[in-house]
T-cell receptor
Framework: GAVVSQHPSRVICKSGTSVKIECRSL??????MFWYRQFPKQSLMLMAT?????????EQGVEKDKFLINHASLTLSTLTVTSAHPEDSSFYIC???????????FGSGTRLTVV | DQQVKQNSPSLSVQEGRISILNCDYT??????FLWYKKYPAEGPTFLIS?????DKNEDGRFTVFLNKSAKHLSLHIVPSQPGDSAVYFC????????????FGTGTSLTVIP
């Protein structure tokens, strides 16, 4: 079945540094990738939608310059949290729509802790 | 490999009837399960959860059942309403992994008025 591999699963970084999170579709082409953020005991919040080869569409309130999204190929999308601060600590998860099929497949998430 | 599976991509139910959405998992280490609801163009919304120490959790019209021996999870919506029409995802997590979740691929529920 369609699988999205997300790495790293857990990362701790110092305040002011940047962190890159990768999502790869392993056996299908992900023309569209969604990036979500989840705060404890809350729903996943859509941050942005990225389409291969074009600029990502960010949701209201999400800083484009802080959360850089690159979807350079049909199998790879990355989210870079730039100049991370402790308030960026959260759980980030990607999701891809399955081209030619149905539904969405999710990565297993990345727990980011900024110290 | 998909560790959480929702084998029914879609489901149609008459308003007022019961909707039953199913989810199967393969990893016996999962100990916490959630259901999310997603409307078009919106992010998933948390609906209900259940810990592996329970076999049932109820919240209003929504009840989640867990059968650990069968590695099966189901969400019951009674009575179903047109506003329940959405895509439903089940998710599971393993303890001590920092909230790392494994999601199913979703079931699109349509409640017919």
């Amino acid at each position: 079945g369609a699988v999205v591999s997300q790495h790293p699963s857990r990362v701790i970084c110092k305040s002011g540094t940047s962190v890159k999170i990768e999502c790869r579709s392993l056996d299908f082409q992900a023309t569209t990738m969604f990036w979500y953020r989840q705060f404890p005991k809350q729903s996943l919040m859509l941050m942005a939608t990225s389409n291969e080869g074009s600029k990502a569409t960010y949701e209201q309130g999400v800083e484009k310059d802080k959360f850089l999204i690159n979807h350079a190929s049909l199998t790879l999308s990355t989210l870079t949290v730039t100049s991370a601060h402790p308030e960026d600590s959260s759980f980030y998860i990607c999701s891809a729509s399955i081209t030619g099929g149905y539904g969405y497949t999710f990565g297993s998430g990345t727990r980011l802790t900024v110290v | 490999d998909q560790q959480v599976k929702q084998n029914s991509p879609s489901l149609s139910v008459q308003e007022g009837r019961i909707s039953i959405l199913n989810c199967d998992y393969t990893n016996s280490m999962f100990d916490y399960f959630l259901w999310y609801k997603k409307y078009p163009a919106e992010g998933p919304t948390f609906l209900i959860s259940i810990s592996s120490i329970k076999d049932k959790n109820e919240d209003g019209r929504f009840t989640v059942f867990l059968n650990k021996s069968a590695k099966h999870l189901s969400l019951h919506i009674v009575p179903s309403q047109p506003g329940d029409s959405a895509v439903y995802f089940c998710a599971a997590s393993i303890p001590n992994t920092g909230n790392q979740f494994y999601f199913g691929t979703g079931t699109s529920l349509t409640v017919i008025p």
